[in-house]
């Protein structure tokens, strides 16, 4: 059936032919080695490791995958248009089959299970590169098949978007934001919550209820036919109402068999049954703190459904 539908796509953008390095793209056709994939119309995807040879000549049109590395595209030496193939796949994969929730639904579990057992670890003395090692040995432990990102934060570094691991010994009153994304039987998932280390800083705990305010907005908003800018909007303006209007971000993207295929919060395309996404509000006050929570969703036909289980309440460490 999926096969169908690419060839019905490929037809009407024009495509002669799909060729795929080991991506996302590559797994959604059923590649599952380090060969490429070649997509025809009339027969099976071909692994090959010539897969020029497989273009048919004359071919107008060739969809080329957006990983493509560019001594790959110039090896192959292929004479015709070349367009991402994302051109064709991308709208197959917005939408998932029931099956493909459920996959990803595992992996949101399994991300989802390493933030629990990280409860359970010694922060206190360790530093944030120490706990992000130990965090990635729990992924690959409960079959992590690819590491895309790990965050451990504390104190002040919480207050950056993007603060990667470092020496920064951990202390008693820090607040901790740690986050994990990777890929666990092909599907990605991603999850980020909030610790803090004994209890938590002056006037943190104000600032976090707002991050959750938001994330429930958002969780309401989504519903089939939704824009995705709405859904951020929503949560936004919880943010805003409450006075951290200049320090609130509401990110969000589609998961799946990729960490980022659509649709983003911040694009006004409609949300749909079957789409699954990551929604994750934050706020970021320079040189204090910050907060982010990140959980991976489903659109269902009656709204959202949250594949993370573990509660987003601000944990306290005791140890």
């Not at 990605?188 to 907005?217: G, I, Q």
Request: hydrophobic residues 45%; charged residues 25%.
């Amino acid at each position: 059936m999926r096969e169908q539908l690419v060839r019905e796509a490929m037809a009407a953008a024009g495509v002669d032919a799909l060729v795929l390095r080991p991506s996302p793209d590559h797994r959604f056709l059923g590649g599952t080695g380090e060969s490429f994939l070649v997509v025809l119309q009339g027969r099976p995807p071909v692994e090959t490791s010539d897969p020029a040879s497989l273009v048919p000549r004359g071919a107008r049109r060739v969809g080329v995958d957006d990983e493509m590395r560019v001594a790959e595209l110039f090896a192959m030496r292929i004479d015709a248009e070349l367009i991402p193939a994302s051109a064709v796949l991308r709208p197959l994969r917005l939408r998932k089959s029931r099956e493909e929730v459920e996959a990803v639904a595992r992996a949101a579990r399994a991300a989802d299970a390493v933030l629990t057992a990280a409860r359970e670890l010694a922060w206190f003395g360790a530093t944030e590169r120490d706990m992000a090692a130990r965090l990635r040995t729990l992924m690959v432990q409960g079959g992590c098949e690819e590491i895309l990102s790990v965050r451990v934060a504390a104190g002040e570094h919480t207050a950056s978007r993007a603060q990667p691991p470092t020496a920064r010994v951990i202390n008693p009153g820090d607040a901790l934001q740690v986050s994990v994304c990777g890929r666990w039987d092909g599907f990605f998932a991603e999850v980020a919550r909030v610790f803090a280390v004994a209890e938590p800083p002056e006037d943190f705990e104000a600032m976090y209820s707002v991050v959750l305010a938001a994330r429930a907005a958002a969780l309401d908003a989504v519903r089939p036919g939704a824009a995705a800018l709405q859904v951020a909007g929503r949560a936004r303006q919880v943010i805003e109402d409450s006075g951290y209007g200049d320090f609130g971000q509401v990110g969000g993207r589609g998961v799946g068999w990729g960490h980022d295929e659509g649709p983003r919060l911040d694009e006004p395309e409609p949300l749909a049954d079957g789409m699954t996404l990551c929604l994750e509000p934050a706020i970021h006050l320079s040189g204090l703190f910050g907060a982010r929570v990140a959980d991976t969703i489903a659109c269902g036909r009656d709204g959202a459904l949250l594949l993370t289980p573990s509660s987003p309440a601000l944990h306290v460490l005791d140890r």
